[in-house]
C-alpha cells in the first residue's frame, strides 16, 4: 500500500508462528532478556565498589575499569612497610623515610589516580576515601622531602614544638576517618573494621608525637610499636578485602564474605526506592 495514503499503516515483521503440537504442549516463544536488564545484587556492588549502590546516569561502569582494586592496592603498598617500620622489625625504624617513594607514589598518587577514576564512575563515598588517603600520604610524604621538609621545621624553635603541632593535623585525620567509619555502616563490616583500626592508630600517633614533645621518648617509641601493629592488623583485612573484590571482578566463581551492610540503616528515616541500576552497573 502507498505510505501517502490515509489508511496506510507500517507493517511489522511477525515472529514465526508455534506449530500445532506446540500450542498444545504449552509452548511460548522463547524470551531472551539482554544483560542490560539484570540488575547486580546489592552485596556485589559494594563488595566490587566499597560504595554503597546508588543510581548514575550512563553506562560508564560498563565501560571503564573498575578504580576500587587501584586505590586498595595503593593504601596496601604505602602502609604496610610503615607498618613494619614503626614495629622496628628485623632492626628497622625510620617511620617510614625508607619507604617514602612508596608512600608517595602509591600511597598519593595511585590512590589520587583511583579517586578521579571514582569520580567518573559516579561512586561519591570510594571517591572521598581515596582522595582523602591519598592527600594524606603526601602531605606524610613531603615530611622526609627536601625542601619540603625543612621549610616545615623552619618556624619551630625546638624539635619538641614541631611533634607537638603536627600531632593536630593527625588527630583532624583521624576525625576524618572515625567519620568515614561511621559512613562506611553502609558498605560492610570489614571496610567499617578498617576504618575504626585506621582511627584508632592515627589518634595513638598523634598522642605520640605529644608524648615525645614532653621529652619521653621512649614512652613515644613503645606507642608507635602499638601504631605499627595496628596498622598491620588494618592491612590484614585490606587485603583480604582486595582479595574479595578481585574474585568477584575478576568473576572467579568464588566469593568472600565481607559482611554486607548495604541493607542494614535503609529503614531509618525516608526508605529509599530501590531501582534496577544495570545501565550503571
Known amino acids: 500500500m502507498d505510505p501517502n495514503t490515509k489508511d496506510w499503516q507500517p507493517t511489522m515483521p511477525h515472529p514465526p508462528s508455534p506449530r500445532h503440537g506446540d500450542l498444545e504442549s504449552g509452548w511460548q516463544p522463547p524470551y531472551v532478556e539482554s544483560a542490560e536488564t539484570i540488575a547486580i545484587p546489592r552485596q556485589t556492588f559494594e563488595k566490587i565498589y566499597l560504595n554503597p549502590p546508588i543510581d548514575v546516569k550512563g553506562d560508564a561502569r560498563n565501560i571503564y575499569a573498575n578504580p576500587t582494586p587501584l586505590g586498595l592496592v595503593g593504601f596496601l603498598v604505602a602502609t604496610m612497610p610503615v607498618s613494619f617500620q614503626l614495629m622496628r622489625l628485623g632492626g628497622a625504624?625510620?617511620?617510614?623515610?625508607?619507604?617514602?617513594?612508596?608512600?608517595?607514589?602509591?600511597?598519593?598518587?595511585?590512590?589520587?589516580?583511583?579517586?578521579?577514576?571514582?569520580?567518573?564512575?559516579?561512586?561519591?563515598?570510594?571517591?572521598?576515601?581515596?582522595?582523602?588517603?591519598?592527600?594524606?600520604?603526601?602531605?606524610?610524604?613531603?615530611?622526609?622531602?627536601?625542601?619540603?621538609?625543612?621549610?616545615?621545621?623552619?618556624?619551630?624553635?625546638?624539635?619538641?614544638?614541631?611533634?607537638?603541632?603536627?600531632?593536630?593535623?593527625?588527630?583532624?585525620?583521624?576525625?576524618?576517618?572515625?567519620?568515614?567509619?561511621?559512613?562506611?555502616?553502609?558498605?560492610?563490616?570489614?571496610?567499617?573494621?578498617?576504618?575504626?583500626?585506621?582511627?584508632?592508630?592515627?589518634?595513638?600517633?598523634?598522642?605520640?608525637?605529644?608524648?615525645?614533645?614532653?621529652?619521653?621518648?621512649?614512652?613515644?617509641?613503645?606507642?608507635?610499636?602499638?601504631?605499627?601493629?595496628?596498622?598491620?592488623?588494618?592491612?590484614?583485612?585490606?587485603?583480604?578485602?582486595?582479595i574479595a573484590n578481585l574474585l568477584e571482578v575478576l568473576e572467579f566463581g568464588i566469593s568472600l564474605p565481607v559482611g554486607d551492610l548495604s541493607e542494614r540503616l535503609r529503614g531509618i528515616g525516608r526508605r529509599p526506592e530501590y531501582r534496577d541500576r544495570s545501565k550503571s552497573v
Open 93 to 242: 625504624g625510620g617511620g617510614g623515610a625508607a619507604t617514602v617513594g612508596l608512600s608517595f607514589y602509591f600511597g598519593g598518587v595511585l590512590q589520587l589516580l583511583a579517586c578521579a577514576m571514582e569520580f567518573l564512575l559516579g561512586n561519591t563515598f570510594s571517591f572521598l576515601v581515596f582522595g582523602s588517603f591519598g592527600a594524606a600520604w603526601m602531605a606524610l610524604s613531603s615530611l622526609n622531602m627536601e625542601p619540603l621538609a625543612s621549610g616545615a621545621h623552619a618556624p619551630y624553635a625546638t624539635e619538641g614544638e614541631f611533634d607537638a603541632s603536627f600531632a593536630y593535623g593527625l588527630v583532624t585525620f583521624g576525625l576524618l576517618t572515625l567519620t568515614f567509619a561511621f559512613c562506611a555502616l553502609r558498605t560492610n563490616i570489614i571496610f567499617v573494621s578498617c576504618f575504626l583500626i585506621v582511627s584508632v592508630a592515627i589518634f595513638v600517633f598523634a598522642g605520640s608525637f605529644w608524648v615525645l614533645a614532653q621529652g619521653n621518648a621512649d614512652a613515644a617509641a613503645r606507642m608507635q610499636v602499638f601504631v605499627g601493629a595496628t596498622f598491620f592488623f588494618c592491612c590484614v583485612l585490606a587485603w583480604y578485602l582486595l
